[in-house]
């Protein structure tokens, strides 16, 4: 990927997301995708991450956790086709996609033209195409921080709240506005506003 502006974007409870697009009936109710009592969660709604049930935990745990679960079978042809066309939204921004799985790409900015506008128009075009083409929704924010063993305490984990160009070699701090915490997904926090420096690893904070 080159050095430009990157976007990752993320499908919220993806394989969940799609599996209801089938069943509107669920909606709003405690939904896993899975198997059996010896299975694992391969993916929880919101509804149901409320009760504490995650990918990943035994269904057996989940179903202790929220009695009220309800267990849909998974759907790989689905979870293939929806995939797809939502790789096929983000190639029509720019050519340089690099999926990272099914639900989850980096997508390099640099060649978008001006047509285009800043990330933030971008990103807000993806969310909208991707919901009224697909009936899921994503996530929009800067890469996810690469690991470092000096990384400081308090610093934000998985998307930081500022857009920064890629690989940036220059000591110095290049001045971003921030955009909202945790990615377009999630509501922003009030504090969250001016401007911050978005040098690697002095990602911005959030008090």
Same mark, same amino acid.
């Given at each position: ?21 089938? @069943? ?7 939904? &896993? ?37 309800? $267990? $849909? ?18 190639? !029509?921004?720019?050519?340089?996609? !690099?999926? &990272? =799985?099914?639900? !989850?790409?980096?997508?390099?900015? =640099? ?18 195409? &991707? ?7 994503? =996530? ?48 922003? @926090? ?11 690893? =002095? ?5």
């Amino acid at each position: 990927m080159s050095r430009g502006w990157v976007m990752h974007v993320d499908m919220d409870a993806f394989y969940a997301a799609v599996s209801l697009l089938e @069943r509107p009936d669920l909606r709003g109710l405690p939904v &896993v995708v899975g198997g059996g009592w010896r299975s694992v969660v391969l993916a929880a709604t919101y509804e149901a991450r409320a009760y504490g049930v995650r990918s990943g935990i035994p269904m057996a745990t989940a179903r202790r956790l929220c009695p009220p679960l309800v $267990v $849909v079978r998974p759907d790989p042809d689905s979870y293939a086709r929806v995939s797809e066309a939502v790789m096929a939204i983000f190639a !029509e921004v720019t050519p340089q996609v !690099e999926p &990272v =799985s099914m639900e !989850e790409a980096f997508l390099d900015l =640099s060649a978008t033209g001006r047509r285009w506008g800043g990330p933030e128009r971008i990103g807000g075009w993806i969310r909208d195409t &991707v919901a009224d083409e697909q009936g899921i929704t994503c =996530s929009v924010a800067p890469p996810p921080p690469r690991p470092s063993p000096r990384w400081p305490p308090g610093s934000p984990s998985r998307t930081a709240c500022g857009w920064s160009p890629a690989r940036r070699s220059s000591p110095s701090c290049t001045r971003c506005r921030w955009v909202r915490c945790g990615g377009w997904g999630s509501p922003p @926090r009030p504090s969250c506003t001016g401007w911050a420096c978005t040098r690697w690893p =002095s990602w911005p904070t959030c008090p």
